[in-house]
C-alpha cells in the first residue's frame, strides 16, 4: 500500500486549501484513512479521519468546524478541505491508512498502519 499526500502551500488565515491523499495498492472492503499533521516542537496529532462507508468521520476538536474529509473510493483518493485556516494550522500533514479497521476516533488517537509522505501547510498572517 502507498499513499501519496498531494495540495499542500502556503495560505493567508482566513483562506482555504485543499489537500489530497491517493493510495495505490491493493483494495480492501473496509478501512479507516485520516489526516495527521505535525508541527515543529509538537507531537503528531490526529486532525480528521474517515471510514471505507464515507459516513464515519472524526475531527479533531481544534479543527471541527472548519476541516471536513471526504473520499472517492474510484479514485482511491481522500481529501481534506480546510477552511478558515488560522496559523496553528501550520503543520507537515500526513495521510495515514488501516485496513480492516472501522473505528475512526481511535484510529485517528492512536495512528495507523500505513503512512505517506508529509506535505507542508503554510498559514500566513
Known amino acids: 500500500v502507498q499513499l501519496q499526500a498531494s495540495g499542500g502551500g502556503l495560505v493567508q488565515a482566513g483562506g482555504s486549501l485543499r489537500i489530497s491523499c491517493a493510495a495505490s495498492?491493493?483494495?480492501?472492503?473496509?478501512?479507516?484513512i485520516g489526516w495527521f499533521r505535525q508541527a515543529p516542537g509538537k507531537e503528531r496529532e490526529g486532525v480528521a479521519c474517515?471510514?471505507?462507508?464515507?459516513?464515519?468521520?472524526y475531527y479533531t476538536d481544534s479543527v471541527f468546524g472548519r476541516f471536513t474529509i471526504s473520499s472517492d473510493n474510484d479514485k482511491k483518493t481522500v481529501y481534506l478541505q480546510m477552511n478558515s485556516l488560522k496559523l496553528e494550522d501550520t503543520a507537515v500533514y500526513y495521510c495515514?491508512?488501516?485496513?480492516?479497521?472501522?473505528?475512526?476516533?481511535?484510529?485517528?488517537?492512536?495512528?495507523?498502519?500505513?503512512w505517506g509522505k508529509g506535505t507542508q501547510v503554510t498559514v500566513s498572517s
Open positions: 474517515i471510514g471505507s462507508s464515507g459516513g464515519n468521520t
Open positions: 495515514a491508512a488501516v485496513y480492516n479497521a472501522y473505528d475512526t476516533k481511535y484510529y485517528c488517537a492512536n495512528g495507523m498502519d500505513y
Open positions: 495498492g491493493p483494495t480492501f472492503r473496509s478501512y479507516v
